[in-house]
């Protein structure tokens, strides 16, 4: 595992999340004072309040990031478009959305081929990161394929594992898998990267989620590993 990264390095891997569905203005600010403090890539927060937080970070080099269409994926590409849009004029840096998961099941191809495409559209016009989210605990191995040949031809910056509010049937794994990492970055290679989200907790989850070819990583838990990996290099002869 890559524990040769400094904390520095390490935070810039981070998409530091706050996306839950009660979240008060002072929970906002000491998140966003938090986020700085540990120079986090991007910040992933909902649509509705990235003004306000663009408006905090201004002066950071923290990114903020929205997700669209989150986490269901079950609104039409219309309103998608217009939810991304959105986000951008309010500052938002990076966009992660989740594509119409029923329409795949469906296998209803050239749906989920035009909605990435617009999204992606709007995103290249505005010269914004994009990030498809896949929700892996929910496809076959053969759906994820499918969706790296099409992210192939749409060409967004990453494909993300994950929502992390995924639901599945038991016994399958919700959130990031190293099996999936690999899987998802054998199929684009270098020509788009990958993003693992959902139960990324531990410094150790972070590590070898990197090491399986994630260039990116979402999580809620960004200040707690970025520590576990000040102790551990204060502690190592080697590393400290």
């Not at 709007?122 to 496809?139: D, T």
């Not at 038991?170 to 139960?199: C, N, Q, R």
């Not at 838990?221 to 520590?227: D, F, L, P, R, S």
């Amino acid at each position: 595992m890559k524990i040769d990264l400094t904390p520095a390095q390490l935070a810039k891997y981070f998409d530091q999340t706050l996306l839950k569905a009660y979240v008060s203005d002072s929970d906002f600010k000491a998140f966003w004072e938090e986020s700085d403090h540990y120079h986090f890539k991007t910040v992933m927060i909902n649509s509705a309040p990235v003004k306000k937080c663009k408006e905090y970070l201004k002066n950071s080099d923290v990114l903020v990031g929205a997700t669209i269409g989150f986490p269901l994926g079950q609104t039409t590409i219309e309103a998608k478009v217009f939810e991304t849009q959105k986000a951008i004029e309010d500052g938002a840096d990076e966009i992660d959305f989740v594509y119409n998961i029923a329409e795949l099941k469906s296998r209803n191809i050239s749906f989920v081929e035009r909605e990435m495409q617009e999204i992606v559209n709007v995103c290249r016009a505005h010269n914004k990161v994009v990030k498809v989210i896949f929700e892996n605990c929910y496809l076959t191995q053969d759906e994820k394929k499918i969706l790296c040949e099409i992210a192939m031809k749409a060409d967004p910056d990453f494909i993300k594992t994950s929502t992390g509010f995924g639901t599945p049937a038991p016994g399958v794994a919700v959130g990031a898998t190293v099996a999936d990492v690999k899987l998802m970055k054998s199929l684009v290679g270098d020509a788009i990267k990958v993003k693992a989200a959902g139960g990324v907790r531990r410094l150790e989850d972070a590590l070898v989620m990197i090491d399986a070819g994630a260039e990116r990583i979402g999580t809620s838990a960004g200040v707690k590993i970025v520590e576990e990996l000040k102790v551990l290099r204060a502690n190592s002869p080697i590393l400290g």
